[in-house]
């Protein structure tokens, strides 16, 4: 969220799901106040992309291309590849190998 926002976001992932035909989407939540009280809230979700995940988990301290490929089950070209974006998009540093994210 926009920093300022009132609110939530999150993403929520399977990272097992037995029984199931194939693997369950992951979504992004965003929780809003609705209203003049706080007892009304407003509930959105998304099915989260790829870039979604990998910026929640920089977000989230991980800053490696082999710990968040390991978490995400794809290559670490693919991370990298996703790493490229956020940087082209302004959200993302790179150095030492490391990812970090730019207060914007």
């Not at 929780?31 to 992309?49: I, W």
């Not at 929640?56 to 996703?82: P, W």
Request: proline letters at 4%.
């Amino acid at each position: 969220m926009p920093e300022g926002t009132v609110g939530a976001q999150f993403i929520t992932r399977f990272t097992k799901w037995r029984s199931a035909v194939k693997k369950p989407p992951s979504y992004q939540w965003n929780y809003t106040p609705a209203g003049n009280n706080n007892e009304d809230v407003c509930v959105e979700f998304k099915t989260a992309n790829a870039i979604d995940i990998f910026r929640q988990l920089v977000e989230s301290g991980m800053g490696t291309a082999t710990d968040i490929a390991e978490e995400m089950d794809v290559s670490r070209g693919y991370i990298s590849q996703l790493a490229t974006r956020g940087k082209k998009e302004g959200w993302l540093d790179i150095a030492n190998r490391r990812y970090h994210l730019i207060n914007t």
